[in-house]
């Protein structure tokens, strides 16, 4: 599969977690050029505020894996990743992150805080922002405009 294949799942969970009235975010993550986890963002179905699809994906992936460690795995992600994502994706030790739409208020990666770059930082992915940009963020808007 292609970075835009990978993306494309990533949309496909964003929708999946539309369809169930959370904000549409979806996250798939690969090693070897095999998914070995794909999540969308729970936070209210599960009353969790830690419930991103991100840190679900994580989770799945390190028991895929047996070990907290993702050392060489590439994380797809629809939106740019708050500060919490991002620490856990720096702890995980993700390869590469992918990541659709920008998100200005509360992203990290190339917005806000921008964790990656702090020098309390453990382990800095390889950053590729914008892949599938258009459809992500055409999602959050369609997502948004009916709840506001």
Partial sequence: MTTHSFMDLALQAAQ???????????????????????????????????AHAELLAIREAARQLGSERLTDCDLYVTLEPCTMCAGAISFARIRRLYFGAFDPKGGAVESGVRFFNQPTCHHAPEIYSGVGEREAAAMLRAFFKVRR
């Fill in 16 to 50: 999946m977690a539309a369809d169930a009235g959370e904000v549409p975010v979806g996250c798939v993550i690969v090693r070897a050029g095999t998914v070995i986890a794909t999540a969308a963002n729970r936070t209210l179905t599960d009353r969790d505020p830690t």
